[in-house]
């Protein structure tokens, strides 16, 4: 099921960026030097204190950014002879870009897509 959530790194970084959907996840608990991921049949907004944030699916994020920035991302299989991984490609309007990064798996490539799609963000706003 953790798979479907975002990194607590992309989630601060998506707090930041005015992302503020209800989720079913949070990262409330700071256990070792790492924030742990809890699952609620509740959803919850963001808390503005410290470092505690929600946990928003990876569906959600991806559905954020399409909504709000119109960008599209995802990732695709490639596969060539007996080996395969994964390419990201990234939609603007009329502006596509592609990243031939090779990823082991689609979870990795799917992270990753949520990675830079936060960057472009960033980007535009700085």
């Known amino acids: 099921m953790k798979d ?3 990194t607590y790194e992309q989630a601060l970084a998506l707090k930041e960026l ?3 959907e209800p989720c079913f996840g949070k990262y409330d608990t700071h ?3 790492r924030w742990v991921l809890s699952i609620s049949p509740e959803e919850r907004q ?3 204190t410290n470092k505690a944030c929600i946990a928003p699916l990876k ?3 991806f559905k954020w ?3 709000e920035h119109d960008l599209e991302c995802s990732p695709c299989a490639v596969i060539q002879g007996n080996k395969k991984w994964y390419n990201i490609s990234i ?3 009329s502006n596509i870009s592609n990243l031939y990064d090779k990823y082991d798996s689609y979870e990795e490539a799917e992270s990753v897509c949520i990675d830079k799609l936060i960057e472009l963000i960033k980007e535009k706003k700085s």
Do not use: E, L, P, T
């Open 18 to 20: 005015g992302f503020d």
């Open 59 to 61: 569906s959600q994020v």
């Open 31 to 33: 256990i070792a030097d």
């Open 65 to 67: 950014f399409r909504d």
């Open 91 to 93: 939609i603007q309007i």
């Open 4 to 6: 479907h959530f975002v």
């Open 46 to 48: 963001f808390q503005n």
